[in-house]
């Protein structure tokens, strides 16, 4: 992986175009692209583990020694900006099967585009389960300085991670690092894709759960890492998608926090699929999902429409 990195502004946001050698065929794979560090130096509670970035063929990435976001802009803006996160189980974030397709598509529509590369919890990192979510935060908070309208679309562990960056918005996951953290992390939309939403009984038996918060955590615990439960009234309009044979995020999870959003008076649009599984993506040919891309244009440019964009 070469990067050069240079020095932008009062916050001092590292930046960096990169390439990663050697790894042309891997599915999914951006060209170079702006990468936008998320810390000036050690994250949050420092640790993490030591050597290179690992991306598989399939183009799953793991040890995130360096959290950051990849910006994919449009050749031309409509003004509005993305921030996607890949799922994974927090075990590894699916870039090439889930993130950069996504964000590829929303630039061709003008958004620009943001990848997060968020820690993972299980990877050394000293402040344990917080990383992942002080990462999304501190990223919202980044494109906020960039972006007058940013939405949030996560797949998977990715949704539950921006539902709770959506929701938590007064939540502190990290001490302040520098005049940036004292402005909001909020969003204006979010698009969660076969999320997992819970992690309340009977819905325990995922990934998510037990890289979060362990087989042994207590009801109390499982609730504060729930994004149904911090849904309020100025939470942010939200899209769902899931299939009803998802053998992965329960379908259940959808029906959950379409509830809670209802319950709030959040604006909430829901699709389910009677057929797809787990890690759509996009759409998987064959089955009802690959239409909830338009779905989603439609959702993204009702926003555009309604603030008079």
């Known amino acids: 992986m070469n990067r050069r990195q240079f020095l ?6 590292m930046m960096a175009l990169q390439t990663r050698a050697g790894l042309a065929g891997s599915p ?12 000036n130096d050690v994250p949050p509670g420092g640790g993490g583990p030591s050597g290179s970035e690992i991306l598989s063929a399939k183009g799953a990435l793991s040890n995130v020694t360096r959290p950051s976001l990849r910006v994919f802009a449009p050749a031309k803006s409509n ?22 397709p996504a964000a ?11 990848v997060l590369s968020y820690r993972l919890p299980d990877e050394g990192w000293r402040d344990g389960n917080l990383v992942s979510l002080q990462d999304a935060q501190r990223a919202l908070r980044i494109i906020r300085s960039r972006e ?9 562990a ?4 921006l539902g709770m960056a959506a929701t938590r918005t007064d939540f502190h996951s990290y001490p302040v690092a520098d005049a940036l953290d004292h402005t909001p992390a909020y969003a204006d939309g979010a698009a969660l894709i076969y999320p997992v939403i819970t992690l309340e009984s009977p819905y325990t038996h ?16 499982d609730a504060q890492w729930s994004v149904q439960n911090f849904v309020t009234a100025t939470t942010p309009r939200v899209f769902l998608v899931q299939a009803e044979d998802d053998p992965v995020s329960d379908p259940h999870n959808t029906l959950i926090m379409a509830a809670a959003c209802q319950r709030e008076h959040v604006p909430v649009e829901m699709h389910r699929y009677s057929s797809g599984g787990h890690g759509f993506a996009m759409g998987r040919p064959g089955t ?9 244009k439609q959702w993204l440019g009702s926003d555009i429409t309604a603030m008079g964009g």
């Open 148 to 156: 007058k309208h940013v939405s949030v679309l996560g797949f998977s």
């Open 28 to 39: 999914g794979l951006p060209g170079e692209h702006i990468d936008i560090a998320l810390w």
């Open 158 to 161: 990715g949704g539950h991670l």
């Open 206 to 221: 995922t990934s998510t759960h037990k890289l979060l918060v362990g087989p042994d955590a207590t009801a109390a615990v």
């Open 104 to 114: 590829d598509w929303l630039s061709a529509l003008g958004y620009t585009a943001y």
């Open 79 to 100: 003004g509005r900006a993305v921030l996607v996160a890949a799922g994974g189980g927090y075990k590894r974030i699916e870039m090439g099967q889930e993130a950069w």
């Open 8 to 13: 932008v502004g009062s916050t001092a946001i």
């Open 288 to 296: 009802p999902t690959t239409e909830w891309p338009a779905r989603y």
